[in-house]
């Protein structure tokens, strides 16, 4: 089947969220592990002090738990997509070429800018709609209900003004 | 606890992986590893993103307050404050509706084929996580800690039991569903 049921798949992910605490001790999150891969990055081109920066120091640049989940993920989601027949090289969201076409160009840059943010924010706000959306929230963290509030409201008026809808 | 697995790196490092696996496996199924379902959330017009997160909210959180209250599991609740929680959850908003995926499903999106996120969305992120990194200084002593309220939770917030919390957002969570699914959102 190419899609479960939205209730099936939020109780897969929950009892995913068990295992990750029973086994790993850890929440499960996605944004940290850009954080030290961007450092190994850097460090190819400027050497080993990159690692004495202070962030870096608290997320060193290494291969850790939640790296592995994030390689994870990729697996996983091309498993389902070969399954169900769904793989497929694609530029441009059907949703997308029908509000602004089908240049790649176009949407290449604003995927880019897009991405700068979800960095910037996610590591800003520590974390993302994965460790603050699902994993905080359900530990009823109070900066967790505040994160995903604010990733809701940042992200409802901005598709609104880019789809103009206003 | 199991603490000694708990310490074990190589196993932890696989551990990780298979979960990883189940994670962008029930991504993709759920169809929130693409940019219209994503989008349509944002443009409160598909609900699909809000019916997987609140679902795995509630399944989690009673799992999870079991296996503590049992001592399997130990709770790690982020620190926040309003000047990195509240800034930064907008700026990621943003983002999240320009590039209309968030970092687990941009990855997911990657696995599925989709090529803006493999080529737009991941160097974007790699950059702007560089971008903090190299801020991180500066934001530290004069943004980051403004409004500071640490580690705090919803039942220390509140001053109740930690299960009242649990059953009344649990409650206000199916009734929001059964809201949008008999609205037929």
């Known amino acids: 089947m190419a899609q479960w049921s939205p209730y099936a798949v939020g109780i897969g992910i929950g009892v995913l969220s068990w295992l990750a605490f029973l086994l790993s001790d850890k929440p499960i999150g996605c944004s940290t592990a850009f954080s030290r891969t961007s450092g190994m990055v850097e460090r190819l081109f400027r050497g080993s002090r ?27 989601a091309f498993i389902s997509a070969q399954l169900s027949g769904e793989f497929r090289a694609t530029w441009i969201p059907q949703l997308w070429a029908s509000s602004f076409g089908s240049g790649i160009g176009m949407r290449w840059i604003v995927a880019l800018i897009g991405g700068v943010l979800i960095g910037l924010g996610a590591r800003w706000a520590g974390g993302c709609t994965s ?36 | 606890m199991l603490k000694a697995l708990h310490e074990n790196k190589g196993t932890q490092l696989v551990i990780g992986f298979f979960l990883g696996i189940g994670f962008g496996f029930l991504l993709q199924k759920g169809g929130v590893t693409r940019y219209d379902v994503i989008i349509g959330q944002l443009l409160l017009k598909d609900f699909t993103v809000l019916k997987v997160m609140l679902t795995a ?11 503590w209250g049992i001592g399997m599991a130990q709770l790690h609740p982020k620190p926040g404050s309003m000047g990195s ?16 995926y968030c970092p687990g499903t ?12 493999l080529f737009g969305g991941i160097p974007g992120m790699l950059l702007g996580a560089g971008l ?24 220390q917030l ?6 009242w919390v649990i059953v009344i957002v649990a409650v206000m969570i199916l009734v929001l569903l059964a809201l949008l699914e008999s609205s037929g959102l």
Do not use: C
């Open chain 2, 106 to 117: 941009m990855v997911g999106a990657v696995g599925q084929g989709s090529l803006d996120a």
């Open chain 2, 158 to 163: 509140l001053k109740v039991n930690h299960w």
């Open chain 2, 85 to 100: 929680t509240l800034i930064g959850s907008l700026i990621f908003g943003a983002g999240f509706a320009i590039l209309g």
């Open chain 1, 131 to 166: 460790g603050h959306g699902i994993s905080g929230t359900l530990q009823l963290a109070v900066s967790s209900w505040l994160a995903v509030i604010g990733f809701f409201i940042g992200g409802i008026v901005t598709a609104m003004a880019i789809f103009r809808v206003f």
């Open chain 2, 57 to 67: 909210v509630v399944v989690g959180k009673i799992g999870i307050h079991f296996l």
């Open chain 2, 132 to 155: 903090f990194a190299a801020l991180y200084p500066r934001l530290e002593s004069r943004i980051l800690n403004k409004g500071s309220f640490g580690e705090l939770t919803l039942p």
């Open chain 1, 50 to 76: 990159v690692a004495e920066k202070p962030y870096y120091k608290k997320f060193a640049p290494t291969v850790d738990w939640e790296w592995m989940l994030v390689v994870g993920i990729l697996v996983g």
